[in-house]
């Protein structure tokens, strides 16, 4: 069988084709390369050479929207800010809009109870390790639809597992950075763990 070669207007065509039922939870999306909002999950996208997707050399911060307001909005603004700076991640120009460009996507997507995902990346530049290869930083701002938690959850609790994945060093737990595959494979245990013990899944999350 050929491997057929696209062009972007092949793309276009076959756009319809890609949708996702889980795509309908992404609202909107701001993006610094191009300065602007797209709500179309299509079009909700990063550089396969932003150091942030094969290196996940990035920080980011999530914040929870009620009733269309940013909860302790500069508290996470401030987190962002540090974990950038122990990276030495410059904030690219954007971010001093950042306020904005929040009230703008928010209202783009259409939903007062949100979560907004905040992003900073090193950049598109390269495949390398070497960070000085991207020009320039990048913003990423996405807003999705928040789940919540089970009211199980409440009334009867969690239960916890040991792992025998290991925990980040202190210099890294203290960056939220887009590193988390520790904690996809300690979420990955407790799933497994509910399926041997209840043999059905109970992990939320």
């Known amino acids: 069988m050929e491997i057929p070669v696209y062009s972007s207007s092949d793309l276009a065509a076959k756009s319809e084709d890609l949708r996702q039922p889980y795509q309908g939870n992404y609202l909107?999306?701001?993006?610094?390369?191009?300065?602007?909002?797209?709500?179309?999950p299509l079009l909700m996208?990063?550089?396969?050479?932003?150091?942030?997707?094969?290196?996940?050399?990035g920080v980011f911060d999530v914040i929870r929207c009620l009733e269309g307001k940013a909860y302790c909005l500069k508290a996470h603004l401030d987190r962002l800010e540090r974990s950038a700076a122990r990276i030495?991640?410059?904030?690219?120009?954007?971010?001093?809009?950042?306020?904005e460009i929040i009230q703008s996507a928010v209202r783009a997507g259409g939903g007062k109870d949100v979560l907004i995902?905040?992003?900073?990346?090193?950049?598109?530049?390269?495949?390398?390790t070497n960070p000085f290869e991207c020009p320039a930083s990048q913003l990423y701002v996405v807003i999705h639809k928040a789940?919540?938690?089970?009211?199980?959850?409440?009334?009867?609790?969690?239960?916890?597992?040991?792992?025998?994945?290991p925990v980040k060093q202190s210099f890294f737990a203290?960056?939220?950075?887009?590193?988390?595959?520790?904690?996809?494979?300690?979420k990955k245990a407790a799933k497994e763990a509910?399926?041997?013990?209840l043999?059905?899944?109970?992990?939320?999350?």
């Open 28 to 40: 909107a999306m701001y993006s610094s390369l191009w300065s602007g909002i797209v709500t179309d």
């Open 88 to 99: 030495d991640l410059a904030l690219p120009d954007d971010y001093k809009r950042i306020r």
């Open 174 to 186: 203290q960056v939220k950075s887009c590193d988390y595959l520790n904690n996809v494979m300690i």
């Open 147 to 165: 789940t919540p938690l089970p009211l199980e959850m409440y009334k009867e609790g969690v239960t916890i597992i040991s792992t025998d994945v």
């Open 45 to 57: 996208t990063v550089p396969l050479d932003d150091h942030l997707v094969h290196r996940a050399d």
């Open 194 to 197: 509910v399926r041997r013990h």
């Open 117 to 128: 995902r905040l992003i900073v990346s090193r950049g598109p530049g390269g495949f390398s």
């Open 199 to 205: 043999g059905r899944e109970r992990v939320f999350g």
